[in-house]
C-alpha cells in the first residue's frame, strides 16, 4: 500500500505525526491527533510508513519522515499544521504532569493543568520509567513549542519534569528544558515563572555543587519575584540558604531560612534546613530539636524520601557532635529508604556518610566498603563529587 491509497484518515494522521520533533513517539500520541488515532498506526504500519518498536512506540525512516512533512506543506494549511504541534506539545505536557503528581505530590505548582490532569496510578519509580522513553522528546518538544512561542507550555512541561530531572539525576535534559524555560517566562512577562524556572535552574547548580552559580540564580530569583507572591519567595529564599550552606556562608544561609521562615511558618520542612545550618554552626542541641520537628512533620505525611533526608541530617549532626555509632544508626535508616526508592546521588551521600562513621568507629573495612559503594555510584553518573569520593577511597586504602 503506498500514502496514495491511504484512507482519508490515515492519510492525515500519517501528515501529522511527522510535526512531532522527536524520533520516535509513544503510539498514544497519534490519539491527541485523532481520536481513532491508534488504531490507525497499523495502516500507517502495513504500508511502511511507520515502523513499530517495543513498548509501542513508532517512528518514521528519514525518507518517510521527509514525505510526510512535503506532503503535509502540500496539503494542509498552516493553522492545521500549528493546531498538530500544539496538540503533540500538550499530550506531553499532561504525561509530564500526570507522572509529576506521584513524583513530586507535596510541591507547590505554578502550572494550572495539576486541577485538571489525573495522576499516573503508580508509584513514583513507575512514574519515571513511564516517562523515560521520551527523554529526549521532552527536550526537543520544549524547543519546538518555545519556537512556536507555546511559552505556556514550556512553562508548564518545565514545571512537570523538574521530578524526574532531579530524581534521576538528568542534568544535561534539566538545563536544557529549564533554560528555555527561562527565555519563555521573560518573553511572556510572567516573573512568577521566571522566578520558579530560576529557582530550578539553581537548585540543578546545588547538585552539581556549583553553589556559586546557584547563589547567582536563587538572587536573580529574588530580584524578580513579585513581592506579593509570599509562597515563591519564601522558596527563593530557601533556596538562596542552599547555596549559601554549600558555600560555607553559614550565617547569610541562617539569615535567609529566618526570612524564609517568616514569610512560610507553616513550612515545617524548613526546619530541616534550618537544623543542618545550625549543626555546621556547631549548635548541635538546637539542631536536634529542628530535625526532630522534621521528622515529625514527613511521617505525618508518609514522605518516606523526605524522612529519609532528614534521617540523613540527624546522622551527619550526630556525626558533627562527636556520636559515630549513633549516627551509622541513623544513616542505616536513611540508607534503606534511598536505596528501596532508588535515589541514587542521595544514597552515595548516605553511603559517604556511613563510611566516615564506621571509620571513626575503627571498623575500616565496612569505611571502605562503603566509600566504594559511593565512588562507583558518582562515577556512573559523571558527578563532579566523583573526584573527591576516589581521593576518599584512596585514603582508606
Not at 512535503?70 to 506539545?89: E, F, G, Y
Not at 505548582?109 to 486541577?115: D, E, F, I, K
Not at 539569615?255 to 524564609?260: D, F, G, L, Q, T
Amino acid at each position: 500500500m503506498s500514502y496514495l491509497s491511504l484512507p482519508p484518515a490515515a492519510a492525515r494522521l500519517y501528515r501529522l505525526l511527522a510535526m512531532h520533533p522527536g524520533a520516535d513517539f509513544d503510539g498514544r500520541l497519534a490519539g491527541a491527533l485523532d481520536p481513532q488515532g491508534e488504531n490507525l498506526l497499523g495502516t500507517l504500519e502495513e504500508a511502511g510508513l511507520l515502523r513499530a518498536a517495543h513498548g509501542g512506540r513508532y517512528s518514521y525512516s528519514a525518507l518517510a519522515h521527509g514525505h510526510a512533512l512535503q506532503q503535509s506543506d502540500r496539503t494542509d494549511s498552516n493553522a492545521d499544521r500549528l493546531a498538530a504541534l500544539t496538540s503533540i506539545v500538550w499530550w506531553h505536557v499532561d504525561r509530564a504532569t500526570a507522572a509529576d503528581k506521584v513524583i513530586s505530590p507535596h510541591r507547590w505548582r505554578l502550572s494550572p493543568r495539576y486541577a485538571h490532569v489525573p495522576a499516573f496510578p503508580g508509584d513514583e519509580s513507575e512514574a519515571m520509567d513511564w516517562l523515560e522513553p521520551d527523554r529526549a522528546n521532552f527536550v526537543q518538544v520544549a524547543t519546538a513549542a518555545y519556537e512556536s512561542e507555546m511559552d505556556d507550555a514550556v512553562l508548564a512541561l518545565a514545571e512537570a519534569l523538574w521530578g524526574l530531572h532531579f530524581h534521576r539525576a538528568l542534568y544535561a535534559d534539566w538545563k536544557a528544558v529549564d533554560e528555555i524555560a527561562v527565555r519563555a517566562a521573560i518573553r511572556r512577562g510572567d516573573r512568577r515563572a521566571e522566578a520558579r524556572m530560576r529557582c530550578q535552574l539553581g537548585l540543578r547548580h546545588c547538585e552539581l555543587d556549583d553553589f556559586a552559580a546557584a547563589k547567582e540564580e536563587f538572587t536573580a530569583a529574588i530580584a524578580v519575584e513579585p513581592p506579593d507572591h509570599q509562597q515563591g519567595l519564601a522558596t527563593d529564599l530557601e533556596s538562596l540558604a542552599l547555596a549559601h550552606y554549600g558555600l560555607g556562608e553559614y550565617d547569610e544561609a541562617l539569615a535567609c531560612v529566618e526570612r524564609a521562615a517568616a514569610l512560610a511558618p507553616h513550612d515545617r520542612l524548613l526546619s530541616h534546613l534550618r537544623a543542618r545550618i545550625l549543626a555546621a554552626l556547631g549548635r548541635h542541641d538546637e539542631a536536634f530539636a529542628d530535625l526532630g520537628t522534621a521528622l515529625k512533620h514527613v511521617q505525618d505525611k508518609e514522605d518516606r524520601y523526605h524522612e529519609a533526608l532528614v534521617l540523613t541530617s540527624v546522622g551527619e549532626t550526630f556525626l558533627r557532635a562527636g556520636e559515630p555509632a549513633k549516627a551509622a544508626a541513623e544513616l542505616a535508616r536513611a540508607l534503606r529508604v534511598m536505596v528501596e526508592m532508588h535515589r541514587m546521588v542521595p544514597e552515595a551521600v548516605v553511603r559517604g556518610l556511613l563510611s566516615q562513621a564506621h571509620e571513626r568507629l575503627g571498623d575500616r573495612a565496612v569505611a571502605r566498603d562503603e566509600a566504594g559503594r559511593a565512588h562507583a555510584i558518582l562515577h556512573v553518573l559523571e558527578h563532579p563529587r566523583e573526584t573527591v569520593a576516589r581521593q576518599r577511597l584512596h585514603q582508606l586504602g
